[in-house]
């Protein structure tokens, strides 16, 4: 019965461990490129959303949106929208004390209560839902350049 115990005490320190996200460091990020990925095909609830969002997927292919890690927390973000308006802004990015990457605001976007994490070599967003952090799939960040 002790060793039983023992077992079930480790399943439930491992399992939770093995879902868990990566911290993010500053040397992680400094002069890297990451590209944004977007999945929306998951995330409808009915038959009717799925294919809706199935087709504004397809557009999302069409634009392009890269971000660049500077140093001292300088951001740049690109977005080329249907290979016609490419469009740069600047921002700024930090790391917070729990190891989670933090966006700045630009003119496109606000990063509200989204903390991004290292999901093996994806940056996946967090946001706070009822005093927990809830994963975000629909957008990932992509490594694509140190």
Not at 18 to 34: F, H, I, K, Y
Request: hydrophobic letters at 40%; zero cysteines; a negative charge.
């Amino acid at each position: 019965m002790k060793s039983l115990s023992a077992i079930a005490l480790a399943i439930l320190l491992i399992v939770p461990a093995s879902n868990a996200q990566d911290r993010v460091r500053e040397r992680d990020l400094e002069g890297t490129v990451w590209k944004m990925e977007f999945n929306l095909k998951e995330e409808g609830d009915g038959a009717f959303e799925r294919i809706i969002l199935n087709a504004v997927d397809g557009l999302m292919d069409e634009i392009d949106i890269q971000l660049e890690f500077g140093k001292r927390g300088h951001l740049s973000v690109w977005v080329d929208a249907f290979s016609r308006d490419e469009d740069e802004e600047e921002g700024d990015w930090r790391i917070n004390r729990d190891g989670q990457l933090v966006l700045g605001d630009t003119d496109s976007f606000s990063s509200d209560d989204t903390v991004w994490m290292l999901d093996g070599d994806l940056l996946v967003p967090f946001e706070w839902e009822k005093g927990r952090l809830e994963r975000g799939d629909a957008i990932s960040l992509r490594r694509i350049r140190k």
